[in-house]
């Protein structure tokens, strides 16, 4: 039986190297509440990324969630509908209202031609999401912030190692959130970030973070536990000594899947954006059925079948989810809707073998037409 392909593999160091950077734990038995591990994987994110300030916290999610806390956010928030089912949730969960704008056809992000006809007097914020390590209008949706007084609230989860006219993409809103799961670019197994400018905010987020807890004896607000622990900030320490090197080997495995597949008719590929370093997070393509003469669906099932795991990533849209069956009118977002019917990713890791690479687009051209190449 074939090994299958995943559409992506956790990076990982060197088991040795894994169990002398925790060695020390059994040592002092610090297994969480912002020890050591946590304190120096923070300073080293935050000289890597190039940022002012940064949050550590258990998951990109609770980051968002606690982000809007941290505000005090009321009433409406213009988001995107594709997007994970985390950016979404957080809004509601925080008993905030989503409106969600469409996205642009070319790099999936927020249209930022379509955001001021949907602010009202109940506008809070917007929260734009970076697509596949494609960066939003940031100078735009800036724009439009301060025209409005809205805070603005990056979900960047695909974004880590990002840069932007030589600028961290986390630098950009209110505040940027990062996810640091198992499946991103930088992992620390689970784990989450929020870069920020603004002290109070960071004060706010904190306390937020470990249970609303101003001092030994006094809990004056209600808050959360999103603590990362040391093993987690352990994992990042390792992993980010090799970031680098991981995000050129991602590159390698991009450019081979765009020298096979960059001007076949009827697939639409990730763009390359000016004025910026990207991370190679992802690879998505979008199959136009009517030209390329299969669907996305059959192209999935054909890989699926040849052990070759692919993902439907957005689909379905976040404002068509069964939780929110009714409230959402996904006519309104036609792009999205239309992008997340035909958007297939394939896999990309670190380690994925290039012959490999081969032998996916090989299996996706063959369905070209619906014939099969030789």
Not at 304 to 330: M, W
Request: glycine share 6%; proline share 3%.
């Amino acid at each position: 039986m074939k090994e299958k392909v995943l559409v992506t593999r956790s990076s990982m160091p060197q088991l040795e190297e894994y169990i002398e950077e925790i060695s020390d734990i059994w040592e002092t038995h610090w297994l969480t509440n912002m020890g050591s591990k946590h304190k120096k994987l923070q300073e080293e994110l935050r000289e890597y990324l190039g940022i002012e300030n940064i949050e550590l916290l258990t998951n990109g999610h609770m980051a968002l969630e606690l982000s809007m806390q941290a505000m005090n956010l009321k009433g409406e928030v213009i988001t995107t509908p594709f997007t994970f089912a985390s950016t979404t949730h957080a809004i509601v969960r925080n008993g905030l209202t989503p409106v969600f704008c469409d996205i642009n056809p070319i790099d999936f992000t927020i249209d930022t031609s379509k955001i001021e006809a949907l602010i009202t007097d109940k506008t809070c914020a917007i929260i734009p999401v970076h697509v596949y390590g494609n960066i939003c209008n940031v100078e735009e949706i800036e724009r439009i912030a301060k025209k409005y007084g809205l805070k603005v609230i990056y979900d960047a989860a695909h974004t880590f190692g990002v840069r932007y006219k030589n600028n961290c993409i986390g630098s950009y809103g209110d505040a940027s959130c990062f996810s640091f799961h198992a499946t991103k670019v930088f992992n620390t197994i689970e784990g989450g970030a929020v870069c920020y400018k603004d002290l109070d905010f960071g004060k706010a987020l904190y306390r937020l973070k470990n249970f609303g807890i101003k001092d030994q004896e006094t809990v004056d607000g209600v808050g959360a536990n999103a603590k990362m622990n040391e093993f987690c900030a352990a994992m990042g320490l390792c992993n980010l000594k090799h970031i680098d090197e991981e995000i050129n080997k991602r590159k390698q495995v991009v450019e081979r899947y765009r020298s096979h597949l960059l001007g076949v008719e009827g697939i639409q590929l990730n763009p390359i954006q000016k004025d910026v370093t990207p991370n190679y997070s992802y690879f998505p393509i979008i199959i136009n059925e009517k030209v390329f003469g299969s669907t996305r669906n059959e192209v999935f099932e054909r890989l699926a079948s040849e052990g070759i795991v692919a993902r439907k990533y957005f689909y379905p849209l976040t404002n068509t989810f069964d939780c929110f069956h009714g409230q959402f009118d996904s006519s309104l977002t036609p792009i999205a809707l239309h992008i997340s019917k035909r958007v297939l990713t394939l896999p990309l890791y670190a380690d994925l073998n290039l012959e490999c690479v081969d032998n996916i687009c090989k299996i996706i051209l063959s369905m070209k037409n619906n014939k099969i190449l030789d």
